[in-house]
């Protein structure tokens, strides 16, 4: 099974420890995000787990620990975006993020750190001709880093429209798509492979294929052998990606981003930081007398487990 760290928050950066703690106890409770008393019981053991994904914007609390996954492979989804700590407010500066950006692919290999370049937006300070030059100057310091770079535009979900159109941030018109693309397929170095993240805008005519962040071919890459595995059903149609296990919680993520889809107020992202314990078998709060635990069905994705 791969196991998504995460799509609803941000483990590396900020709970790294305690993700640390689950692989050495071997398993994980992960809440249904629509019933949190149902609960299930995820196993962290190599027998069952192909490949861990850890999507982030800044690994560096991670770099340290890397040791506890020997038994483990994986890889990283890493955001690198330009922007202001208006519209990302608790990052570190572009210019560590990048350093842990090298620092990182310098250890585990640049095949496994995929650089993320999503959510493009736009308003007058972060105009086409901003991203344009921002994007080539970035592709140029990550050429001996990374090997892909997945591309993302900004979705305007219901609970963000008011904070980022606060900042005169509008859907983007496919013009506006389009020039940029153009001048990322120019800038781009050779040795720097270009997707974008889901069908949803599609580029193939001007070369830029439509990628997968959870992705078989790499997946297989990583891990030495073969396997068999579906589209995830739990993603949207959009989203080309093949089946995963995440193990995050919404609204945990401290990052600190207005475009965010996890996040969907500050008071429950208040209350649930508060509640974090690096010690706890859940990633927020404690197993209640009424939780009703799980264990969840897994088995390794390997196409012929002969080999196993």
Known sequence: MIISASRRTDIPSFYSEW????????????????????????????????????????AAPMLDKLDALKDFKYYFQFTLNPYGKEIEGNLPTLERRIDTFKRLAEKIGKEKVIWRYDPILTNSKYNTRFHEEAFASIASRLKDHTERCMLGFI???THVRQAVTRHDIHPLSMEE??????????????????????VKVDLR?????????????LIERIIGYPITARKDKNQRDICQCIESIDIGTYDSCLNGCIYCYANTGKGKLSRNTERHDKHSPKLVGHVLEDDVIKEREMKSLRSDPTLF
């Not at 609960?39 to 192909?50: A, F, K």
């Not at 940029?180 to 974008?196: K, W, Y």
Request: net charge negative; glycine share 4%.
């Open 205 to 217: 005519d001007m070369g830029i294929p439509a990628g997968m962040c959870i992705d078989k071919e």
């Open 19 to 58: 993700f640390v703690n689950r692989v050495k106890e071997g398993y994980i409770l992960v809440p249904n995000p629509f019933n949190p008393k149902q609960i299930s019981q995820v196993r962290l053991t190599p027998d069952v787990v192909d490949c861990m994904v850890f999507w982030t914007k800044n």
């Open 155 to 157: 979705d305007h979900y």
């Open 177 to 198: 798509i389009r020039e940029m693309a153009a001048s990322f397929v120019q800038t781009i170095p050779d040795t720097i492979h270009l997707d974008t993240c889901t």
